[in-house]
T-cell receptor, first 111, second 116 residues
Framework: LAKTTQPISMDSYEGQEVNITCSHN???????ITWYQQFPSQGPRFIIQ???TKVTNEVASLFIPADRKSSTLSLPRVSLSDTAVYYC????????????FGSGTRLLVRP | GAGVSQTPSNKVTEKGKYVELRCDPI?????LYWYRQSLGQGPEFLIY????????DSGLPNDRFFAVRPEGSVSTLKIQRTERGDSAVYLC??????????????FGEGSRLTVL
């Protein structure tokens, strides 16, 4: 399973766009990239998933370059409630699919 | 309920005791996962069920840990002879599994285990 590297922490202010980049140099051909969000005392929650190029949903955008060795989660106009830990994961969606979490990025949004 | 349910939400036990943690997955989800999370760390994979069978138990730390899912729905994580180092939040997740699986895992709120 591909290992991921992401910043330990990031600070931002309300209303700003936040970009969290994740490195996954050993990503395999059949691996997808998935991001989860976790608030204190809660389980992680799925944010977005992609394979290549760009994916956008109502919460975030995910940018994946052609070589797929990194990905960037973009959160537009963050609010205080976006303060959480964000995890980048890679894995194949087959019968042996499982997610391996790293330590994540702690995002702190200030007023 | 519609989500993954875990019981108990909190469990305090003494070193050496036996503990069971229960997970009720989302109805119809064939895949079920157990993770363990220590303070300040990401969730650590323990075991993955596809249906009734443990498809991957490579994350179980030792033979004191065991999990079952006898009917392919509810799962129980069992910890024998608990140690203080077992203190953590134990998270359960389920997913649709099988062909067409998007890979999205739905997590419960966890069971916080404290071993005194």
């Amino acid at each position: 399973l591909a290992k991921t590297t992401q910043p330990i922490s990031m600070d931002s202010y309300e209303g700003q766009e936040v970009n969290i980049t994740c490195s996954h140099n050993n990503i395999a051909t059949n691996d997808y990239i998935t991001w989860y969000q976790q608030f204190p005392s809660q389980g992680p929650r799925f944010i977005i998933q992609g394979y290549k190029t760009k994916v956008t949903n109502e919460v975030a955008s995910l940018f994946i370059p052609a070589d797929r060795k990194s990905s960037t989660l973009s959160l537009p106009r963050v609010s205080l409630s976006d303060t959480a830990v964000y995890y980048c994961l890679v894995g194949a969606m087959d019968s042996s699919y499982k997610l391996i979490f790293g330590s994540g990025t702690r995002l702190l949004v200030r007023p | 309920g519609a989500g993954v349910s875990q019981t108990p939400s909190n469990k305090v036990t003494e070193k050496g005791k036996y503990v069971e943690l229960r997970c009720d997955p989302i109805s119809g989800h064939t895949a079920l996962y157990w993770y363990r999370q220590s303070l300040g760390q990401g969730p650590e994979f323990l075991i993955y069920f596809q249906g009734t069978g443990a498809a991957d138990d490579s994350g179980l730390p030792n033979d004191r840990f065991f999990a079952v899912r006898p009917e392919g729905s509810v799962s129980t994580l069992k910890i024998q002879r608990t140690e203080r180092g077992d203190s953590a939040v134990y998270l359960c997740a389920s997913s649709a599994g099988g062909q067409g699986n998007t890979g999205e895992l739905f997590f419960g709120e966890g069971s916080r285990l404290t071993v005194l």
